[in-house]
């Protein structure tokens, strides 16, 4: 007897419209207790056991990742929830500080779920009004902020790589493909990699010995080299954050004829602080600045921002495209979106930062600042007082370098290993004076002075047992 065919089910709830909210809160139930449970599982900074442990029980949990029938939305994001936060590197551990990589804020992250329910994308109004409307509002106050100019604007990027990639572009559009870019050793590397990317001459890598780049390097450098220069100055390098002396370097920029882009995507939101914001005096005298929200700013990836004094700057990267700005639309009074981004299809990653900039407000956010600084400078006091362990310098933003004495690099590098394969902390490395050093990055300001207390012991133990 032939069966009766098969009603087929109704296609799976949406995270939209009139009945997304109901959709979603059930789910999101499911989430937060997997998050929990995960966490609960780990139990520390990182999952012990290091890659090929990791990878494992990843696959026993998951097996089949695309099975013939579906498992249904509970169950796969309970098991999937649960392997992620369990498997997880988690910056908001006290423990966990390698890199410039913070642990968001939770008003940011219940912000980002509202944009991806909503998914607007932001390349043309139609498909993002509000979002549209909100992104214009947020990057005028924050190129204000940065810039006391008439005109002053700001773009969304997925970071300072493409900040800096996008500033280096401006610049060749005013100035030609012969542009020579100067840069500090100290650099970020996405700096001579954008020069390779746009087809510029090869970036010129200046030494910096002491960390910064100095001032009379740089005279000597733009006097025996033909425009048009681009120089480009760092506001918080990667491996020590430490930041070059913006003025002297726009000094000279402003007397040689050069211009001057500031990578300040890990220094720059020291602006906000006014017990810090003298450490970065002289940002506003560039002709591109590139800051980034997912360091000091505690904002889900991405939070990327490039800055500039003059609207007009951005005028090379207008473009048209007829079924996103057509000509008449925009003269209709549709907003033209196209040139907001070399990216056509782009989050709303606007709405997450207005969250939390409207949520703290700048005495709040510049608190999270302080506490952070504040933290870095108590860790580079107790190993400083510490007779095993060498300060390399105390912290000019929240990176502090040291090293376990006596040690070797091998040794050094071994523990750092140790440390991930364990689950029990999570730091950087880098070179620097010809030797290894380990590096804690603090972005978390829930870190307290029995945390950093419980780092320094286990440093210890582990290395002089």
Not at 235 to 244: F, K, P, V, Y
């Amino acid at each position: 007897m032939t069966e009766p065919p098969r009603t087929p089910p109704p296609p799976p709830p949406l995270a939209g419209g009139h009945g997304g909210a109901e959709a979603l809160r059930p789910l999101i139930d499911t989430v937060l207790d997997a998050l929990r449970t995960g966490t609960a599982e780990r139990d520390g900074p990182l999952p012990a056991g290091g890659p090929a442990t990791v990878t494992a029980r990843v696959h026993t949990a998951l097996g089949d990742m695309f099975p013939t029938h579906g498992t249904g939305d509970h169950e796969a994001l309970r098991t999937l929830v649960h392997t992620l936060a369990a498997g997880a590197a988690d910056p908001a551990h006290p423990l966990c500080a390698a890199h410039l990589h913070c642990p968001p804020l939770a008003v940011a992250a219940a912000a980002d779920l509202a944009a991806s329910a909503l998914n607007p994308s932001l390349d043309s109004w139609d498909q993002a009004p509000a979002a549209s409307a909100i992104e214009a509002r947020l990057t005028h106050t924050l190129a204000t902020t940065f810039y006391d100019t008439p005109h002053p604007d700001a773009l969304l990027t997925t970071g300072g790589t493409e900040a800096n990639q996008l500033a280096l572009l401006l610049a060749r559009e005013r100035h030609g493909p012969h542009l020579t870019v100067l840069h500090g050793a100290n650099a970020h590397h996405s700096i001579p990699r954008a020069a390779w990317l746009l087809g510029l001459p090869p970036a010129t890598t200046l030494p910096t010995p002491t960390g910064v780049l100095d001032p009379a390097t740089l005279a000597e450098a733009l006097t025996h080299t033909p425009g048009p220069v681009l120089v480009t100055a760092t506001a918080g390098t990667t491996d020590a954050g430490l930041i070059d002396p913006l003025g002297p370097i726009a000094d000279l920029c402003h007397h040689h004829g050069a211009e001057l882009h500031i990578d300040a995507a890990y220094g720059g939101p020291l602006a906000l602080s006014p017990r810090h914001r003298h450490k970065v005096t002289g940002l506003h005298r560039a002709h591109s600045l590139t800051v980034d929200l997912h360091k000091l700013g505690w904002q889900p990836v991405a939070a990327g921002l490039l800055l500039v004094p003059d609207r007009d700057l951005l005028t090379p990267l207008a473009h048209q495209a007829d079924y996103l700005n057509a000509t008449d639309d925009t003269e209709a009074g549709l907003p033209d979106l196209l040139g907001r981004s070399l990216r056509t299809t782009r989050r709303p990653d606007a709405f997450k930062i207005a969250a939390t900039l409207r949520s703290l407000g700048r005495d709040g956010l510049a608190h999270l600042i302080d506490l952070t600084c504040t933290a870095a400078h108590r860790l580079a006091e107790l190993l400083d007082a510490h007779p095993r362990f060498e300060l390399h310098a105390p912290p000019t933003i929240t990176t502090v370098l040291f090293r376990p004495t006596p040690t070797d690099d091998d040794h050094l590098a071994t523990l750092r290993r140790t440390l991930l394969h364990d689950g029990t902390a999570v730091l950087g490395r880098t070179t620097t004076d010809g030797r290894l050093w380990l590096k804690a990055t603090l972005l978390n300001p829930h870190t307290t002075a029995r945390d950093l207390d419980t780092l320094v012991t286990l440093l210890e133990g582990r290395t002089h047992r």
